[in-house]
């Protein structure tokens, strides 16, 4: 690892608006850097996401960096496995050489056998209800109840048990006089029948180098096109569409762009963006898939992001380097030409015209109750499933039913230790059988009236490993209606978009922003960066510590968030959000400092063509480590007003 100072940290940490006070701050967070082999980069993302999670101001102090400190030390924990004599033989085996492998083989061969309960080397060792359970064959049921046997013959009660402020909200949205639901009413997962056809053979790495680059291509051009209808032509060009200038054209004019935000060399500073590694690619009919450098020191503000899509205008005299003059991430922060107010209609409750056209219908006017959940539904120190056992008990009955509860996975997780461990006593589909299957159906036995849907995750060991996710299989889970990830949802009108993974995190991470400010709403800011780039996960190509299985072909097909979604689901590791996001306002035009005193031009003002805001809800997890999370209650009351005027969001502690 390269050597790290105290200036290095310093300097990381400034950037991102975190003031180190005293030299004492700045030498502990560099014994993090050295005690834990982080870069200061990821030990400001590590930090970033703890505050944000904490709802912290930028002040360091002492308190917070031993928080951060705990926080390590757990997840170093986490990464370690237990030091068994089979594993560390296993490690210390060496398998060049035959001499040396049968070394090794002897090795684990002792190890094993001193293990083993019946040789003389353990004789009179205490047997634990799950080590038998590993020697002897066994029913699923019966390595069920040894797992709770093992749980309960601590003595101990459980932590989930033992949790504080249950029922307590954590955040709400909208006014507390909810009003009724006057019906249930339909819920649909639009084109169900669709995705199950053309996902059922997904798989991770199968796609095709043309697909790929031709998917991000389209994703270009279909942001081009939006900026096309916002922009005012040039004089004697009237009536006529605008053009836009390629990327890495010399011009000695003013340059209009849409490109693609990258790094110019991937690895580079830990595969993190800044100002310096900043390039901007075109499309390949308009630009021949050209990069050049962009320079945005002289905007106000910028947060931008890999993969991001942007509108840009600036001067490129070398064809080497575009210096911005203005830099758009959200083409509804652009206002309308004044020739042109009907170039794209509004609905009745604001979304823009590729909305079902349907104004003359109230949507959903009988209303609508909504629970969601996102896993893991179990705690980390079990597989007891208590979580999501309280969980469905709070929605049963007639007082507490609800119309929708959706499960967003994972519900066997891959990061659970008992999996990451392999020590469990079954198979992964037998403990999802006997645990979070068996109380969903019974759940949807007993309470018929609501609709459950199941959305599964790319950390469940039970589903394919790849991103945009298939659903699960057909009477996989007896009851409930099987939705793929993302997915769309209609409530008799009501649309709402869902995705399990965690974009505000990974956006956290990869995001490079200044000039916001230290009170602005960074939660709200990352999840206006999916509804202005319309895309479920915005980012390409993807953090390389998050994991995820991106399909870029499929996802520019898969998954995209359309104009007329009223609320997004984001199940995210961050602090729960119930928060209508406009990303005209929070994603404004970045203008330089001597552009700021024009009057509104091309690239019109900042104000928003209309009132385009989408309810951003982050219900949290079911279960945090060893306690309970939480979830979300959506209510819709009845009526014919503007739908996104009648929601109503809770997010309740489990």
């Not at 005690?35 to 999670?53: F, G, K, M, R, W």
């Not at 499933?385 to 499960?407: R, W």
């Not at 960066?529 to 895309?535: D, Y």
Request: glycine share 8%; charged share 25%; aromatic share 4%.
């Amino acid at each position: 690892m390269v050597s790290t100072t105290v200036d290095a940290v310093r300097v990381v940490f400034t950037s991102r608006d975190y003031s180190i006070t005293s030299p004492l701050l700045a030498s502990k967070l560099l014994s993090l850097c050295v005690n834990y082999s982080l870069s200061p980069s990821l030990l400001v993302d590590e930090y970033e996401s703890l505050a944000i999670t904490s709802a912290w101001d930028t002040a360091l102090t002492d308190a917070r960096i031993d928080a951060l400190a705990a926080q390590l030390m757990r997840m170093q924990a986490k990464r370690t496995l237990p030091k068994t004599p089979v594993a560390a033989a296993l490690k210390n085996k060496n398998a060049f050489g035959a001499s040396s492998a049968i070394k090794g083989a002897s090795a684990v061969a002792i190890a094993i056998d001193a293990e083993l309960p019946n040789t003389p080397a353990a004789y009179g060792a205490k047997k634990t209800a799950a080590s038998v359970a590993q020697l002897t064959p066994m029913t699923p049921t019966d390595a069920i109840k040894l797992i709770d046997q093992d749980r309960k013959s601590s003595g101990q009660q459980s932590a989930f048990k033992t949790r504080t402020e249950p029922g307590k909200e954590l955040a709400t949205y909208g006014s507390n006089d909810a009003g009724s639901v006057s019906k249930a009413p339909v819920v649909l997962v639009v084109d169900a029948n669709e995705k199950k056809a053309k996902e059922s053979s997904a798989r991770y790495m199968y796609e095709k180098v043309e697909d790929r680059a031709n998917a991000i291509d389209t994703r270009i051009r279909r942001f081009a096109e939006r900026v096309k209808e916002r922009l005012v032509p040039d004089e004697g060009e009237e009536g006529a569409r605008v053009k836009l200038d390629p990327v890495g054209a010399a011009r000695q004019t003013l340059v209009r762009v849409v490109g693609r935000i990258c790094i110019d060399a991937e690895g580079a500073n830990g595969g993190r963006l800044n100002e310096n590694s900043l390039m901007l690619e075109g499309d390949v009919k308009t630009s021949s898939g050209a990069r050049v450098k962009l320079d945005v020191s002289s905007l106000d503000k910028i947060s931008l992001f890999p993969g991001q899509v942007v509108y840009v205008e600036g001067f490129n005299l070398s064809g080497f380097t575009l210096v911005a003059t203005r830099l758009v991430s959200c083409v509804e922060s652009m206002a309308l030409p004044s020739t042109g107010d009907e170039a794209v209609k509004m609905d009745s409750d604001g979304a823009d015209g590729d909305a079902t056209a349907n104004d003359d219908k109230p949507r959903c006017p009988g209303g609508a109750r909504i629970a969601v959940a996102s896993g893991p539904f179990t705690c980390t120190c079990d597989s007891s499933y208590e979580p999501l056992e309280e969980l469905l008990a709070q929605f049963d009955g007639q007082s507490n039913e609800v119309d929708a509860l959706v499960l967003v996975g994972p519900f066997v997780d891959a990061e659970h230790p008992s999996v990451a461990g392999n020590t469990l006593p079954i198979t992964f589909e037998e403990l999802f059988a006997a645990k979070p299957r068996a109380m969903i159906e019974a759940f949807t036995e007993k309470n018929a009236q609501t609709t459950v849907i199941v959305i599964p995750s790319v950390r469940d060991v039970c589903e394919p490993f790849v991103f945009p996710q298939p659903p699960m299989e057909e009477g996989k889970v007896e009851g409930a209606v099987a939705a793929p990830n993302p997915a769309t949802l209609d409530v008799e009108g009501l649309r709402i978009a869902v995705s399990s993974v965690d974009a505000m995190k990974h956006l956290a991470g990869a995001e490079l922003g200044r000039g916001y400010g230290a009170g602005a709403d960074r939660l709200a800011r990352l999840a206006a960066h999916c509804i202005s780039q319309r895309l479920a996960y915005p980012i390409f190509p993807s953090p390389r510590m998050a994991g995820l299985p991106l399909d870029v072909a499929m996802a520019e097909e898969k998954a995209q968030i359309s104009g007329d979604v009223d609320v997004l689901l984001m199940p995210s590791d961050l602090a729960p959000l119930a928060k209508a996001v406009d990303a005209s306002a929070l994603l404004p035009v970045a203008v330089a400092g001597d552009a700021k005193a024009e009057t509104e031009a091309s690239v019109g003002g900042i104000v928003p063509s209309a009132n385009s805001s989408v309810l951003a809800v982050n219900p949290g997890r079911t279960a945090r480590g060893t306690g309970g999370g939480s979830y979300a209650r959506i209510m819709v009351s009845a009526g014919g007003t503007p739908v996104r005027e009648r929601l109503t969001v809770r997010i309740i502690r489990v």
